[in-house]
């Protein structure tokens, strides 16, 4: 449920952007960051940092124990999957608190970590594999939406008649929003990497930036927003349904 609040807000930002409207970063610090000025923000921001604590907590579980429904190496890359999922949802977690408290990292910071890395003995190697990496992730995403193996996740009857084709319509919609935007970013990395520029590199705010510059960019950026949207809705049926058996 948390993941769907931050979604929502994200999709709520990048249509603003896609609109007019860039005051604030389409990613997961501005989304918290325009949760904290609402009424009631702060105490809800705790409760968000609850649940991905939670998530962390459940996720680190799956990566000691989990996933028995698998064996051999499906079962060590799931569980692979699992343990990384901890540490975003820390971080989540993390920026979630700081909000929270009224601290703010510099904007900066992503790209003095890529210029300190590019810095580094085949520093652009490594930021373009990290540029690969990224994309992979992103057409995993995809594919999951293609193949609607996100299905596994939820309960056999979350799934059926009419409301389950919506779930399930949201998760493709959903799936596929986050591949394209991760997409987005993992392009921008290998060009930091490939112009030995690493203020090119960038996150979420930067993929839809550099996607609203695009020839209908403003409606391409809408829909990737309503993707977003789709997907946080989606994650609170997931809340509601997850298959717990593995």
Known sequence: ASYGVVHLLIAWLALQLAFGNSSGAANQ????RQLAQ?????????????GFVALALWQGFDAAWGH??????????KRLGSAGKVVVYLVLAFTAVKTAVGSSSSS????GMTAKV?????????????GLAIIAVGGYL??????????HDLQPQATSGTTGSTVVRLGQIGYTAKGVALGIVGVLFIWAALTY????????????????????????LAL???????????????AKDADTSS
């Open 197 to 220: 520029d690493p203020k090119k590199a960038g996150g979420l705010d930067a993929a839809l930036h550099t996607l609203i510059a695009q020839p209908f960019g403003p409606w391409l």
């Open 224 to 238: 990737v927003a309503v993707g977003i949207g789709c997907f946080g809705v989606f994650c609170f049926f997931w």
């Open 118 to 130: 590019m810095s580094w003995p085949f520093g652009p190697v490594l930021v373009g594999l990290a």
């Open 38 to 50: 609402q009424p009631f923000g702060k105490p809800l921001l705790w409760v968000i940092a609850l």
């Open 142 to 151: 995809v594919s999951r939406a293609v193949r609607k193996s996100f299905e």
């Open 68 to 77: 028995r429904k698998h064996d051999g190496a499906k079962r060590t890359f």
């Open 108 to 111: 900066s910071s992503k790209s």
């Open 29 to 32: 610090r501005g989304a918290m």
